[in-house]
């Protein structure tokens, strides 16, 4: 979690991950962490992959659209 | 793909609510417990570190609510919460739901099933190509008192002129009125009866219809008189007669005195064009018997008129060529009063469409159906205003629990949305019931119009239409219903109720106001239904003039013709049979809407305007009929026409002018120029002769001996005997009596059977429905109007029951009390009713066609409604204001 640059409660992923699990994303799992404490771990699922895949590039691309014209500017 | 995997998940979240939360708790716990541990590692002590860690994760409580709304569907969920409570809140006051559901139910329905019949009767289309330019061709002749006079009859010589002067803009289309004929496909005594149609051969494309089976007729089976003894059955009678056999082509039957050959079926949707007659057998016009004549009209015109074609030119066109016609033939007229070819000569023609195809159940029916729907709609206002008072009157009973909504956060839109639950749960049970009862109710009032002897066949398929219908109206309902309530509701002040100060006092208004309205509403249903009450019973109750009691009538036929003497010697053997105390014969029965008339002259002087009407009849007819002979004597045996008549008091009255017309004579002229000499002989009292709703005609009942100019007696093929029975029922003799005409073997066949009950009951069918189905709405409409005062005065006595109580404990009467609590009632019924009388007395004018024998402006017309509708009030009234009366101001007081 990038603390620095965002700061929020810890409990506001809990929306993300039910979303994440119900697209079929991520997928959860209880375990035990190493001091022996029960956890739940999330993993990505294949069709997760893949979608961050998909989701990355359509960021950069997007991010490419608003950079592009950004840059020209301030390099004249 | 995502978000309907997502979807599927939402939706399964939904059930599975308690796993799920169990799981997310035991998630959190988890994570607490990590973040606890990675405090203390970073030196915190174990309380220290459980405060940080609910801080670092944030309100436990949102997370979990935020959880549960991400997990699941909010909006379904909390519609689905309404639901609940809305069934809680409905079964709890069981007998107010019942109510609303059943009022609503039975008005929703009447309404639906109205629509039904109205439907299938005037706005269906035919199912066949075009139907939108189809139209029915007409005549309108204006009598001498200014009336006009439709008739759709046609000569198929004048056909064939207007045919050929608008080819290039109509195909016009000959179709005769379906009738239901005898026919055999084995031997006379096999006869049976089906719905015969002659059609023009070209009819079947020109529709664009195509055969289920074999061919269908064309322009070629239609050219020449009496050359094409063929046949189309349609779909329904292959079905119901043949089994969908389809070795019936080529099948023959006997049709009077003609053989036709069945070539093709139907398509499947066709039933003819006469809404409330299926056709069963379609033949073409060339093998009709009239189809040369030029003075027999027997066939309806229809035009299926070109795309873009001007209908005035058409029709004018149309007009010329058949009056051209006319007046060629009036040349032959030599009988007949020059006013009255004058009038004839004058008729106009008309052009009307008939995209939903023409019957003389749909003239007939008309206006009643309209005043039909008039009553249904009514009934379904007061329904409406009476479930909308209900649901206020509830709703205020709910104000605190409402106010408390608010109070702990309940948004309008929220609050409105649970009242709307609630009412379109009433209204969708209503549905329920409206729709089992339109599904009973329309085929019921189809039984009702039409004679037992004769059902009319009128397609009700519930298809897309009537259920678009029935969606428009439970919607316009629920609306109705539910808006003013939601609204209201949602905007409760919650500290005014919660303080428990007095409702605001137009909220009482508008009930009242819905109660004046209801009022009105209600009286004018209970004057139409008293009008079509009281029309029903003068009409039956009007003296005949004969006794219908016990009599059966056989209709014969004796297809080579017998002489007087054959029949009257089977009648003679009809007689002998037990049971039977007495056997007469005529052309026809009185009131089986037959008729024959000419115009009469007496002592040679020109032939009258006005018609007598004829009857041929036997020698003891009047005597088995029971009419009262009132001069002379009866027809004897020796009798003839022309010779002998008996004539009736109205003869003598438009004829004689009233004097004593024994011994005096008068001739029957009319189309031909042969003259035909009575005299008379007798004097009976008047009876209705085809109409029971018209006035009495001037009649003669003349001889069935009928000798031609050289004296020879004539044979007669058509007749019905009229057999007097002692039985109950005398129909149950029926079929022993079929026999015994058939065993006689002289030639006589019995075509059809039925009672003179039976022909006067057919001719009330139209009051009979309104008296019965205007009793059934007013009742309806009196019992809304009464719950839905009962339901007001309840609530009003409940608001100001501690107002009451102070007034009890400062000495108010009982008197004062019911005065304070039903003044204010009693006022708005006074005023709806001067509303309904006012709304009443302006219907009156519309509804004065389907009346018999009584008028609206009639004293107890109007004071009976009223008075119904006063004890109906003081009824529903009563128990509200006991209970006010009997309010214990003590006990009101502490419990506050």
Known sequence: MSEKLLNLNQGTLYP??????????I???????????????????????????????????????????LNEEFQV | MKSIRRMMRQVRAMFGGERADAEMERELAAHLLLLEDEMMRKGATPDEARRLARIKLGGVEQVRIMH?????????????????????????????????????????????????????LFLRPLPIAHAERLYVLSR?????????????????????????????????????????????????????????????????????????????????????????PYSVISYDYWSRRFGQDPKVIGRTFHLGEQVFEIVGVGPKEFTGIEPGTATEIFLPTMMHRWVTREDASWHRTLALVA????????????????????????????????????????????????????????????????????????????????????????????AREMALRVAIGAGRLRLMQMVMVESAMLGLMAAGLASVFAWWAAPMVVRLISPASN?????????????????????????LLGLAPALRASAMQPTMALKGGEEPQDKRRSMYALVAAQTAF?????????????????????????????????????????????????????????????????????????????????????????????????????????????????????????????????????????????????????GGAQKLLCRVVGVVADTPYRYLREEMLPATFVPYREVDDKGIVGKESDGTFLVRTTASDPMAMAAEMR??????????????????????????????????????????????????????????????????????????????????????????????????????LASERFVASLLYGVKGTEMSMMTLPAVVLLLAVALAAAPAVMRAIRIDPAMMLRSE
């Open chain 1, 16 to 25: 993300a991950l039910v979303r994440l699990e119900q697209y079929g994303w």
């Open chain 1, 27 to 69: 997928a959860g799992e209880w375990g035990r962490t190493e001091n022996n404490r029960e956890a739940k771990f999330y993993a990505m699922t294949k069709a997760g992959v893949k979608a961050l895949g998909e989701e990355t590039a359509r960021w950069r691309q997007k991010m490419g659209l608003v950079e592009r014209p």
């Open chain 2, 68 to 120: 549960r709304e991400e997990r699941g569907l909010p909006f379904v969920e909390s519609l689905a919460a309404d639901v609940r409570s809305g069934w809680r809140q409905l079964m709890k006051r069981k007998v107010t739901t019942a109510a609303a559901v059943l009022s609503l139910g039975l008005a929703m329905g009447s309404c639906v099933a109205a629509f039904r019949l109205v439907d299938a």
């Open chain 2, 140 to 228: 309108q002749v204006i009598d001498q008192t200014g009336a006009p006079h439709d008739s759709g009859f046609w000569a198929y010589p004048d056909f064939v002129r207007m045919r050929d002067v608008s080819k290039k803009d109509a195909d016009l289309i000959a179709v005769s009125f379906t009738e239901r004929d005898d026919l055999t496909y084995k031997t006379d005594e096999e006869m049976e009866k089906a719905y015969v149609q002659y059609v023009s051969g070209w009819m079947f494309s020109s529709f664009g219809l195509q055969p289920t089976l074999g061919r269908l007729l064309t322009q070629e089976d239609d050219r020449t008189p009496g050359a094409y």
């Open chain 2, 307 to 398: 795309p873009g074609t001007a209908m005035e030119p058409l029709r004018a066109k149309l007009d010329a060529v058949s009056r051209g016609f006319e007046t060629e033939r009036s040349k032959g007229w030599t009988g007949m009063p020059p006013q009255q070819i004058a009038m004839i000569l004058a008729a106009k023609l008309l052009m009307e469409p008939a995209t939903a195809g023409v019957s003389a159940l749909q003239g007939d029916y008309r206006h009643a159906m309209a005043w039909l729907g008039v009553l249904v709609f009514l009934v379904l206002l007061i329904a409406c205003g009476n479930v909308a008072n209900l649901m206020t009157a509830l709703a205020a009973s709910r």
């Open chain 2, 455 to 479: 059902p009319a066949r009128l397609a009700l398929p519930a298809d897309v239409r009537v259920l678009m219908v029935g969606l428009l109206l439970i919607l316009a309902v629920i609306l």
């Open chain 2, 522 to 670: 209600c009286f004018l249903v209970l004057f139409l239904a008293g009008l079509f009450a009281v029309t029903f019973h003068r009409l039956l109750s009007q003296p005949m003039g004969f006794e219908a009691k016990g009599l059966l009538l056989l209709e014969t036929q004796s297809p080579h013709g017998q002489t007087p003497e054959a029949w009257a010697q089977m009648g003679e053997q009809l007689r002998a049979m037990p049971g039977v105390t007495d056997v007469a014969e005529s052309g026809w029965p009185l009131l089986s809407t037959g008729s024959w008339n000419g115009s009469i002259s007496v002592n040679g002087g020109p032939p009258s305007m006005t018609l007598g009407y004829f009857l041929t009849v036997s020698p003891g007819w009047i005597d088995t009929m029971k009419m009262r002979l009132l001069e002379g004597r009866a027809i004897a045996a020796t009798d003839t026409f022309p010779g002998e008549a008996v004539v009736n008091e109205r003869f003598v009255k438009d004829f004689f002018q009233g004097q004593d017309p024994l011994g005096k004579t008068f001739e029957k002229t009319g």
């Open chain 2, 739 to 840: 026999r015994k005409v058939a065993a006689a073997g002289a030639g006589f066949r019995v075509s059809n059977v039925e009672t003179q009950q039976e022909l006067i009951d057919n001719q009330t069918l139209q009051e009979r429905l309104l008296a019965m189905l205007g009793a059934f709405f007013a009742g309806v409409a009196l019992l809304l109007a009464a719950v839905g005062l009962y339901g007001v005065l309840h609530y009003s006595v409940m608001q100001r029951e501690r107002e009451i109580g102070v007034r009890i404990a400062l000495g108010a009467t009982a008197g004062n009390i019911a005065q304070i609590v039903s003044a204010w009632v009693f006022a708005m019924v006074l005023l709806g009713a001067a509303i309904g009388l006012t709304l009443s």
